[in-house]
């Protein structure tokens, strides 16, 4: 929904908690409509139910995914419970199948919330055994067996950056009639547009890459189905998962620049990536635009060549105590941080963050290559390198 005869170049930015009627019929019509259907009607009610200056905004992200709706929430996790919402059937919602190898924050909500609070069966779908890639044709096989009501995965995994192919993916879960989610956060519409694939709902935490600053926290689900809209809508409206009207403006102007700022992210992550993969210090880099990463095939299949994505993990050789050295070498370049998107270049050590049990591998980092002082973050890096 795009809002029409608002003078100026922008939307204004509306702050109303409720919004006035004109007469009873004009409020006895607004409410039968958005029984109906949720934020259908010609007057705005309240804000949890919807608002023009976010409404706006998510027609401006609806444009950058190609979908017919987007509908924007407080954060990512707001986003994915909202997403998954719409699937569940009470005691008929069945088995969920998750990759294993998604966001720490959603793991555990499928863990602690979904399973232990909602009841839903929660299976994962793992790496082959000692590498770092995903057998599909295991896939079907799990498809087979459990007979999952949804299926859930990320096309770029945190941290390992493992490149799956989403196409192939959603084409053997379509062929079986489950529904798929995609968290497309890590990608971006501009180097992956999922539904176009067949994809019922992709999210976003739009605190990264479309908000890009690091100033805001929000979350977006995107569809083109009008009853998954309207239940999304449904259960947003209810829950209160609705982003800020003020944040919602910030990221409409911030999402201006998103193919500018993304396009210099990858650019200057692949620049790099291939300078860490030659110097002595560093055991191994982790990019999907590096052709011996073991999912580079995968990578180039999926993006083209839109770019390989905006993160790059590798170890150093010393393990923790070296990773120690460099981090306090390095932090007037780069700041060390847990989240992704900014536009400074931040990192974060993997096993600290992420877990030693998950990830035994104490020279790990994670760097989150930004679109600012490139030039000073590259010389850092290496000058901190050189001494170790």
């Known amino acids: ?39 259908s009607s010609v007057h705005f009610i309240y804000t949890r139910f919807g608002n023009p200056t976010i409404i706006e905004t998510e027609a401006q992200i609806a444009g ?10 407080a954060s990512g996790m707001a986003a994915i419970d909202t997403a998954l ?17 998604i966001y720490g924050g959603t793991s555990t909500y499928a863990d602690t919330v979904l399973a232990k609070k909602r009841g839903i069966a929660i299976a994962r779908f793992q790496p082959q055994t000692g590498k770092e890639r995903f057998d ?5 096989e799990a498809l087979d067996t459990i007979k ?58 739009a605190t990264k890459y479309l908000a890009g600053h690091g100033d805001i ?13 309207d239940g999304a809508f449904l259960y947003r409206k209810l829950v209160g998962n609705i982003v800020s009207p003020d944040d919602a403006y910030r990221l409409g ?30 055991h191994g880099v982790r990019y999907p635009g590096l052709k011996h990463h073991p999912t580079h095939r995968e990578a180039v299949n999926l993006f083209a060549d839109k770019g390989s994505g905006a993160l790059i993990t590798f170890e150093l ?21 847990p989240t992704l998107g900014d536009p400074e270049t931040i990192l974060i050590h993997v096993p600290t963050v992420f877990t030693q049990e998950r990830f035994p591998f104490p020279g790990m980092l994670r760097l989150s290559v930004g679109f600012t002082d490139f030039e000073e973050v590259q010389r850092s890096i290496f000058t901190a390198l050189d001494e170790l």
């Open 253 to 282: 102007n911030q999402l201006k620049t998103l193919p500018l700022r993304f396009s210099r992210q990858c650019e200057k992550a692949l620049l790099l990536a291939k300078k860490l993969a030659k110097h002595r210090a560093v």
């Open 217 to 229: 926290t929000a979350g977006v689900v995107c569809g083109n189905d009008g009853v998954l809209r």
């Open 136 to 140: 599909l044709g295991k896939l079907a």
């Open 317 to 337: 050789n010393g393990g923790k105590r070296a990773c120690d050295r460099f981090i306090k070498k390095v932090s007037g370049a780069v700041a060390y941080s």
């Open 64 to 73: 950058i995914e190609g979908s017919r709706w987007a509908l924007l929430t």
């Open 148 to 205: 999952p009501g949804l299926l859930f995965f990320e096309p770029v995994t945190n941290p390992l950056l493992i490149v799956i192919d989403g196409k192939k993916v959603i084409e053997i879960a379509k062929k079986r009639g489950i529904p798929v989610i995609v968290d497309n956060t890590f990608a971006t519409p501009l180097l992956w547009r999922p539904l176009e694939d067949g994809a019922d709902i992709v999210i976003h935490s």
């Open 85 to 101: 919402s719409i699937f569940q059937r009470g005691r008929d919602t069945g088995t969920w199948l998750f990759f294993s190898e």
């Open 1 to 39: 929904m795009v809002l029409k005869n608002i003078p100026g170049r922008g939307t204004p930015l509306y702050r109303n908690a409720g919004f006035s009627f004109n007469t009873i019929e004009d409020s006895e019509e607004a409410f039968r409509e958005e029984l109906r259907s949720p934020q």
